[in-house]
T-cell receptor, first 109, second 112 residues
């Protein structure tokens, strides 16, 4: 059965810390891996990663896919309270997205 | 502004009642999706549609039904056969399959 596993489930840090969120997958027909940020309602799209292995960056956030290890990491440097959210990882298996349970990040001042 | 509009934001269902959740997009996207989110669980796919007048079951379609008569609209009906409907329902769309999905603000459904 296809699955996507995220770790840790929950993370509490102070402003300025750097965090690394993990996502591993076992999906038969892998096409791409996506990261989303969910604050209160709608998940918002962050990155889409493919087998090319190219790192994606946006400000203090960056992410890379390790196709050999079947995993991805999402890094957030110099965290801010506005980074507090649930971070969702999803794998596109050519038909649909398979989501992990998410990592809840809380950033305290 | 372009986007995805879900309504209502909150909905209460009585026993034995069918309810319909609305999802409208003005992004001119071909593909639309319905997900259910429960506490401590990831998003689970209920139904998806890649083109007008066509849709497929997702992983948890039992007790739900959809229609896709117009490109911009993908309503979800939660039928009385769905015994545990209390959840947060998210609608999404993408320009076509295999492209990033964009989400609406969700509908929270509860049982009276």
């Amino acid at each position: 059965e296809d699955k996507v596993v995220q770790s840790p489930l929950s993370l509490v840090v102070h402003e300025g810390d750097t965090v690394t969120l993990n996502c591993s997958y076992e999906v038969t027909n892998f096409r791409s891996l996506l990261w989303y940020k969910q604050e209160k309602k709608a998940p918002t799209f962050l990155f889409m990663l493919t087998s090319s292995g190219i790192e994606k960056k946006s400000g203090r956030l960056s992410s890379i896919l390790d196709k050999k290890e079947l995993s991805s990491i999402l890094n957030i440097t110099a965290t801010q309270t506005g980074d507090s959210a649930i971070y969702l990882c999803a794998v596109d298996d050519t038909d649909k997205l398979i989501f992990g349970t998410g990592t809840r990040l809380q950033v305290f001042p | 502004d372009g986007g995805i509009t879900q309504s209502p934001k909150y909905l209460f269902r009585k026993e034995g009642q069918n309810v319909t959740l609305s999802c409208e997009q003005n992004l001119n996207h071909d593909a639309m999706y319905w997900y259910r989110q429960d506490p401590g669980q990831g998003l689970r796919l209920i139904y998806y549609s890649q083109i007008v007048n066509d849709f497929q079951k997702g992983d948890i379609a039992e007790g739900y039904s959809v229609s896709r008569e117009k490109k911009e609209s993908f309503p979800l009906t939660v039928t009385s056969a769905q015994k545990n409907p209390t959840a947060f329902y998210l609608c999404a769309s993408s320009i076509r399959r295999n492209q990033p999905q964009h989400f609406g603000d969700g509908t929270r459904l509860s049982i009276l």
